[in-house]
């Protein structure tokens, strides 16, 4: 039986800032290493075990992974990195205080951000990562991804409308905390 876990990548240096971080690479945190380490642990508790890792190939997602791989006495070279997973490219609000952009937009208006990736545009892309993963070969499959991307990727799972999206309550439902661990399917 099929199994896929979702992980948000570990706290960052752009996370504790409060700005857009989208494409932008960051660090973790010390505090985002440890989260890391007690996500693998938990992790590890999982029966069957994880079979394969798979993660975005940004720093901070390959950077958690490697850390969960630690824990679980995963091989980190067989960590496969897929750009289909990459978190949303927020155009020019990358590097940006969130803060100031919240104060007088929606979350409808991040569509309209100039080079900013749209929602239709990440759905098309979750939809494709959702196949890519639940064609591997492996049972139990752990993604290690972003915030924005995962909640698009559980929306595929789900079979969500992703106009929920532009709704600013229903997307809170689906906030998804720095090393958490969702259980997709």
Not at 147 to 153: D, I, K, M, W
Request: proline share 3%.
């Amino acid at each position: 039986m099929k199994r896929l876990y979702l992980v948000r990548h570990a706290e960052t240096v752009m996370n504790v800032k409060g700005v857009f971080s989208g494409l932008t690479e960051t660090d973790l945190t010390q505090r985002g290493k440890e989260q890391a380490k007690a996500t693998g642990r938990k992790l590890k508790q999982k029966k069957p075990s994880i079979d394969l890792i798979v993660c975005s190939p940004s720093r901070r997602t390959y950077d958690t992974a490697k850390l969960i791989a630690r824990e679980l006495g995963y091989p980190e070279d067989r960590i496969i990195k897929n750009k289909l997973l990459v978190e949303r490219g927020y155009g020019e609000l990358e590097g940006k205080f969130g803060q100031e952009f919240w104060q007088r937009s929606s979350f409808k208006d991040l569509d309209n951000v100039p080079n900013a990736e749209t929602v239709p545009q990440m759905a098309k892309r979750a939809q494709k990562a959702y196949e890519y993963l639940i064609n591997i070969n492996q049972d139990n499959v752990l993604v290690v991804s972003h915030g924005s991307f995962g909640r698009a990727l559980i929306r595929i799972v789900k079979e969500i409308p992703h106009e929920h999206e532009y709704n600013d309550q229903h997307r809170l439902d689906f906030r998804i905390g720095n090393a958490e661990i969702v259980e997709l399917i």
